[in-house]
């Protein structure tokens, strides 16, 4: 494989929830993405300093606070577009300002991106186009980017090492949640890796034979 196509990866957590940022950027070209800037910039800014890289856009999998509060800054202050997630979660990046302070935290703010993602759509990543899955159950707006041949997948809060996302939270649904799990991400094969929203990387094999919630 070339340097071109090699993805880098760096997972950078920020937010009192522990939320995964995650940089990823081309081995060869140095370009890529910023996945779900929950808060913290500052901490943000020094890891893509430290990676040496240069942002084409920045992507969010949903809606919640951790994932998107610092979305609408860092989009403002590098001048990329934002894109994602799916329009249904438009009603939790309307209200990012209010949920932050309930949680008590600063420097939120409400959001709207440059472009919806659906099911399907193609998205690209350091260059490499990674496929669009909607996921809702988590949220009703979660979304998944999935490369085959990397086999690889940024599945924001559906799925964890060992557990699911929460349903609890407005327009979630347990049910939802694990149909969108059994039906798009335990097809997708064994050997994709994945990185999840908070807590250590996975593989789908391993969920499928252990995770208690897809029994
Ligand atoms: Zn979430
Ligand atoms: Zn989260």
Known sequence: MSDNNRLNVMIVPVTPFQQNCTLIWNEGTKRGVVIDPGGDLDVIRQALKQAGMSVDRILLTHGHIDHAGGAADLKAELGVPLEGPHQADRF????????????????????????????????????????????????????????????????????????????????????????????????????????????????????????????
């Open 92 to 215: 939790l990046l309307d209200h990012l300002e209010q949920t932050a302070a309930g949680y008590g935290i600063e420097g939120a703010r409400n959001v709207v991106p440059d472009a919806w993602l659906s099911e399907g759509q193609k998205i690209d990543i350091g260059g490499i186009a990674f496929d669009v899955l909607h996921c809702p159950g988590h949220s009703p707006g979660s979304v998944v980017f999935v490369n085959k041949e990397q086999k690889f997948a940024i599945v924001g809060d559906v799925l964890f090492q060992g557990s699911v996302g929460r349903s609890d939270l407005p327009g979630g649904d347990h049910d939802t949640l694990i149909r969108s799990i059994k039906d798009k991400l335990l097809p997708l094969g064994d050997d994709i890796t994945f990185i999840c929203g908070h807590g250590p990387a996975s593989t789908i094999g391993q969920e499928r034979e252990t995770n208690p919630f897809l029994r």
